[in-house]
C-alpha cells in the first residue's frame, strides 16, 4: 500500500524561529505533492504544492524542497508566527491513482510567543 | 470567498442507521471528493466524482457507502448501515480540475459518532 509518512509528531518553536517540517513518501512514480494545514475543528488548507519535475517552490513565508532520491519532502516556515499553529499534512498523488491524494500522519506545530 | 461548506457539523447516530452527509462544493468546480479522518489518524481518500459518476475510489469505499449529486449544487455521501468504525470526521473537497493540477478546497467537515 501507499506510505506517506512524517518523521516527527510534534514540533515546538519559537516565535519568529524557522520551522522545518518534514516528510517520507514511498512510491517513486509520485509526481505532485501538497502541504496541507489543519487547524483544530477545521479542514485542510491548502499551502504550497511542488511537481516532480521540480525540486524547490517558494511562496509566501514557505518553502517546499523535494528530494526525489531519497523520496523526501519538507516544508520550511521562515519568520514563524503564532498562527501557523495546526498540524501540517503531506499528501502526494501520482499518475495510477489519478485523483487519489495520500495523506502523511500530520506533524503538530506548536508555536512559543 | 467562495468555500466548501458542509452539513450537519456533528452527527451521532445509532449503529446500523443510516445517515447521510452533505456538502456543497463550491459552484463553479467540477471534481468533488469524500475523505474520513478518524480520530488521531491520517486523511483518508473515500472517493472522487466526476461528470455525475464516481471516477475514483479506495478500499474503504465499499457498498455500504455511495455518492450522489441529486441536484446542482449539493453533493451527498450515504452510509447505509453505519458501524462503530465508521466514526469519524468526514470531509468534502472540491476543485477545478484533476488532482494533479488544481488545488483541492476542502469543507470544515462533519464528525460522525456511531454508538
Known amino acids: 500500500g501507499e506510505s506517506v509518512g512524517l518523521h516527527l509528531p510534534t514540533l515546538s518553536v519559537q516565535e519568529g524561529d524557522n520551522s522545518i517540517i518534514n516528510c517520507a513518501y514511498s512510491n517513486s512514480a509520485s509526481d505532485y505533492f501538497i502541504w496541507y494545514k489543519q487547524e483544530s475543528g477545521k479542514g485542510p488548507q491548502f499551502i504550497i504544492d511542488i511537481r516532480s519535475n521540480m525540486d524547490k517552490r517558494q511562496g509566501q513565508r514557505v518553502t517546499v524542497l523535494l528530494n526525489k532520491t531519497v523520496k523526501h519532502l519538507s516544508l520550511q516556515i521562515a519568520a514563524t508566527q503564532p498562527g501557523d499553529s495546526a498540524v501540517y499534512f503531506c499528501a502526494e498523488t501520482h499518475p495510477n491513482t489519478g485523483n487519489q491524494f495520500y495523506f502523511g500522519t500530520g506533524t503538530s506545530l506548536t508555536v512559543i510567543p | 470567498e467562495p468555500e466548501v461548506t458542509q452539513t450537519p457539523s456533528h452527527q451521532v447516530t445509532q449503529m446500523g442507521q443510516e445517515v447521510i452527509l452533505r456538502c456543497v462544493p463550491i459552484?463553479?468546480?467540477?471534481?468533488f471528493y469524500w475523505y474520513r479522518q478518524i480520530l488521531g489518524q491520517k486523511v483518508e481518500f473515500l472517493v472522487s466524482?466526476?461528470?455525475?459518476?464516481?471516477?475514483?475510489k479506495s478500499e474503504i469505499f465499499d457498498d455500504q457507502f455511495s455518492v450522489e449529486r441529486p441536484d446542482g449544487s449539493n453533493f451527498t455521501l450515504k452510509i447505509r448501515s453505519t458501524k462503530l468504525e465508521d466514526s469519524a470526521m468526514y470531509f468534502c473537497?472540491?476543485?477545478?480540475?484533476?488532482?494533479?493540477?488544481?488545488?483541492?478546497?476542502f469543507g470544515p467537515g462533519t464528525r460522525l459518532t456511531v454508538l
Open positions: 466524482f466526476y461528470n455525475n459518476e464516481i471516477s475514483e
Open positions: 473537497a472540491s476543485s477545478v480540475g484533476l488532482a494533479g493540477g488544481a488545488e483541492q478546497f
Open positions: 459552484s463553479n468546480h467540477l471534481y
